[in-house]
């Protein structure tokens, strides 16, 4: 059971990124996917999580309308998207993606839901 997170990098204010993460080792199309983002001293916050069927998403306030989650669930692909937008200094963090087998979405945005977890991506955002 792994995941892999890429596409981070250093970027400046108001351009966009997109981060993928790359699952392996199990039935990814079961499980509510979603990103989790830790700043430095800070702690880790909810950003956005999908549905298994990609039919239902819940973002946080503070990056709805910039950014986007998807997934692709085929079965060559089992991969989950972070199309990033408009950024911002503050969305400086590395990024992490995460499975969780919490189906109601009220309980999406608390990471001791989910149970695997990548080793993350730095996103960097300069103004």
Not at 60 to 83: C, E, H, M, P, Y
């Amino acid at each position: 059971v792994q995941l892999v997170e890429s596409g981070g990098g250093l970027v400046q204010a108001g351009t966009s990124l997109r981060l993928s993460c790359v699952a392996s080792g199990w039935t990814f199309s079961s499980y509510v996917m979603g990103w989790f983002r830790q700043a430095p001293g800070k702690e880790r916050e909810f950003v956005a999580a999908v549905s298994w069927s990609a039919a239902h998403t819940v973002y946080a306030d503070s990056v709805k309308g910039r950014f986007t989650i998807s997934r692709d669930n085929t079965r060559n692909t089992s991969a989950v998207f972070l199309q990033m937008n408009g950024l911002k200094p503050e969305d400086t963090a590395a990024y992490y993606c995460a499975a969780s087998t919490y189906f109601s979405y009220t309980q999406w945005t608390d990471p001791g839901r989910y149970a695997v977890w990548g080793q993350g991506t730095q996103v960097t955002v300069s103004s």
